[in-house]
């Protein structure tokens, strides 16, 4: 695990004599704190921060070659690179060193672009070809580690990390406002998108070439490719039975691949099935010897640990718990939120880095179980698919008036599960499209009040609609069996994408710690998109088949437990100890001086939160993170 950064003068001039290059790589040395690496031409400059976990000895970065004109910085693991090796040696490759990078290298000289196909792994990749004069960058299929690039007369600047970037001077600060109202209605900034208007993201499963100074950009992954294609027929039981067996062998092969490490492994473990799993497996390979890490909330409704120590004392692991009060979070808000260079909205972003810190002294290396319950059916909102179908069923009539009945009755809620907060949002928005629907129900500001908080000029289309746009071009060419197909596949583009990975990989390599998520093989991704979507959710069952084939593995209370999202006290948080931090960055003067939200709108939902008339958790935390950003990022751009 790396930061890597670089400048390419597509023009082949020499760059600027104050090239900025060791400052780039100084923002990112938390990604890689064991070794620095830089490679320099006239025209280009590559350098690398390593977080040494294969080939401690000779795997230093950049890697080159035997004639030296191919030379290399990427980010992450390839998992499949001892059979890579094995090949390439076959085909007459020589190898220096013993490191996974290497593989790379040589697997460009065979394969060319396409290289990036062979890899099974996380990675961000900066290849430089000196003989054809052409630079590839490359990211991994499922988007799990990050690349950010900049371009303008003549320049490409690219990074692991947006902060990267803006140490070179050209590169200006102003906010993308597209973006911010993206960010509004999905809590982050969708691909290829970010914050700030000069800057993109390299989308999951592309690469970029750029050669004798042009740029091509173009998929080599495409998850559209692997869905269940419409008319084909169902499922039967001694089928259903195959595909079982199929996954459990398909989810061990995937966990045995992430353990390839020359450093200590644990677990990040919540007591759910996805980490649960996780604990199983590799407690099949070394029993009483996994390191656990567990959080603790003082508030019960967060709380996971019974779940989490149940596990822990059923697979005799070495656990360690981390017990989360409320100044170690409100003090983990204040620095993640210094770390993070573009806003996110998902608080579980200050436990996660809380977790990763804890770990840190005792391992270099830990599993996490994200993707499962975008691939598998595990989120409680997939259920709201099913439910639309038998309201919308109603006379429209009758569905007003059983609207305004249980809006009146639904509860203001503070607790981990916001039932009365979903089902406002169910039934307001049932009758839109499917897609939107969904959004609307996972996400921050209702369309209504993105439009009330961001008001356009005349004659422009409502903010709500042009916050669609992500949405529509992830769904653009894709064919889905039903509405929670595409409920799941909107969530693996955007949510696990944009949103899941971004937080794992920015808390953890905050604390130098390498996070890998098994569920993510891109095998396994493959596998999971061509099943059916009712062997995913069956009669309000979430994770059907997933649970059907880990049951031999785990206790049967943690395989029927509910699913709880890894989060904090918010919306009870809002009220108490965090209300004259959101006071003073919500206050109607400074939000006057910014000129980018509706300051009697933001403070109408404050006072109904304080008073506790509504529950205005999601919006109030999402205008927060952004408040905090804007101080640490773009107050004095």
Same mark, same amino acid.
Not at 85 to 109: A, C, N, P, W
Not at 212 to 227: A, E, N, P, T, V
Not at 325 to 341: K, N
């Given at each position: 695990?790396? /930061? ?40 280009? *400059? ?52 013993? *490191? ?11 394969? /060319? ?5 062979? $890899? =099974? ?63 509004? !209605? ?6 290829? +998108?970010? #914050? ?10 592309? +690469? ?10 173009? *998929? ?32 061990? @092969? ?65 656990? &360690? ?41 005792? #391992?270099?290396?830990? $599993? ?69 629907? &969904?959004?609307?129900? !996972? ?16 004659? =422009?289309?409502?903010?709500? #609609? ?10 653009? /060419? ?59 959710? +069956? ?33 009870? %948080? ?6 004259? $931090?959101?006071?003073?960055?919500? *206050?109607?003067? +400074? ?16 006072? @109904?939160? &304080? ?17 905090? %950003? ?8």
């Amino acid at each position: 695990m790396c /930061g890597i950064c670089g400048i390419l003068n597509t023009t082949f001039e020499p760059l600027d004599a104050l090239n900025p290059i060791e400052r780039m790589s100084a923002r990112i040395l938390h990604r890689g704190p064991d070794s620095y690496g830089k490679f320099e031409l006239p025209y280009l *400059s590559l350098a690398i921060r390593r977080l040494s976990i294969i080939d401690l000895e000779t795997g230093d970065q950049p890697l080159s070659n035997e004639t030296g004109d191919v030379t290399l910085v990427f980010n992450g693991e390839i998992y499949n690179y001892r059979e890579l090796r094995k090949q390439l040696i076959e085909h007459g490759h020589r190898f220096r060193t013993h *490191s996974d990078g290497e593989v790379i290298v040589h697997l460009y000289e065979e394969r /060319g672009e396409d290289f990036v196909e062979e $890899l =099974n792994g996380m990675f961000a990749i900066a290849l430089w070809d000196e003989s054809r004069k052409r630079l590839v960058l490359a990211r991994d299929r499922a988007g799990e580690k990050p690349l950010y690039y900049w371009q303008r007369n003549g320049a490409l600047v690219f990074g692991s990390e947006i902060k990267s970037i803006l140490e070179y001077p050209e590169v200006g600060r102003a906010l993308d406002f597209e973006a911010v109202k993206q960010y509004l !209605f999905y809590g982050y900034v969708p691909c290829p +998108r970010t #914050i700030f208007s000069e800057i993109k993201k390299l989308p999951a499963g592309y +690469r970029m070439v750029v050669e004798q100074g042009q740029r091509r950009l173009s *998929s080599f992954w495409r998850l559209k490719d692997y869905l269940r294609p419409l008319g084909k027929p169902g499922i039967i039981r001694a089928e259903e039975t195959e595909l079982v067996e199929d996954l459990r062998r398909r989810l061990r @092969e995937a966990a045995i691949s992430r353990l390839v490490s020359d450093v200590p492994l644990g677990v990040f473990l919540s007591g759910g099935v996805d980490s649960s799993t996780l604990v199983s497996l590799m407690s099949e390979l070394a029993p009483g010897q996994v390191n656990t890490f567990s959080v603790a909330f003082v508030e019960k409704s967060f709380n996971e640990e019974p779940y989490s120590s149940f596990v822990a004392r059923h697979f005799r692991t070495q656990h &360690h718990l981390l017990r989360a009060d409320e100044p170690s979070l409100r003090e983990g808000l204040q620095e993640i939120a210094m770390r993070l260079d573009e806003p996110l909205a998902d608080p579980a972003v200050i436990p996660t880095f809380l977790l990763s810190r804890f770990a840190r002294p005792h #391992i270099k290396v830990a $599993l996490s179980g994200e993707g499962s319950d975008e691939l598998f059916g595990g989120y409680p909102t997939y259920l709201g698919a099913q439910l639309a179908q038998y309201y919308l069923r109603l006379p429209r009539l009758l569905r007003r008036q059983f609207f305004d009945r249980l809006k009146a009755l639904l509860p203001v809620s503070s607790s981990a599960v916001p039932k009365g907060l979903f089902l406002r949002r169910f039934l307001t928005h049932a009758e839109k499209d499917p897609a939107v629907r &969904h959004q609307i129900w !996972f996400g921050m500001f209702a369309p209504e009040e993105l439009d009330a908080i961001l008001p356009e000029a005349a004659g =422009n289309p409502p903010p709500s #609609i042009r916050a669609l746009e992500p949405l529509q071009n992830v769904l653009e /060419g894709a064919h889905f069996e039903n509405a929670l197909a595409e409920a799941l596949y909107l969530d693996f583009q955007l949510y696990l994408a944009d949103d899941l990975l971004v937080k794992i990989d920015r808390a953890s390599m905050a604390c130098s710690l390498e996070l890998r998520t098994p569920f993510l093989d891109h095998r396994l991704i493959e596998f999971a998109a061509g099943l059916p979507a009712k062997l995913k959710v +069956r009669r309000f069952q979430l994770k059907y088949l997933l649970k059907k084939a880990v049951e031999p593995w785990l206790p049967k209370q943690i395989v029927q437990r509910q699913k709880r999202g890894f989060s904090v006290p918010v919306a009870g %948080w809002l009220r108490r100890e965090l209300k004259p $931090l959101l006071d003073e960055m919500l *206050s109607e003067e +400074r939000l006057k001086r910014q000129q980018i939200f509706n300051p009697p709108f933001v403070r109408r939902l404050i006072e @109904e939160h &304080h008073q506790g008339k509504a529950d205005h958790r999601k919006t109030l935390w999402t205008l927060l993170c952004f408040e905090l %950003w804007y101080e640490n990022w773009a107050r004095n751009s």
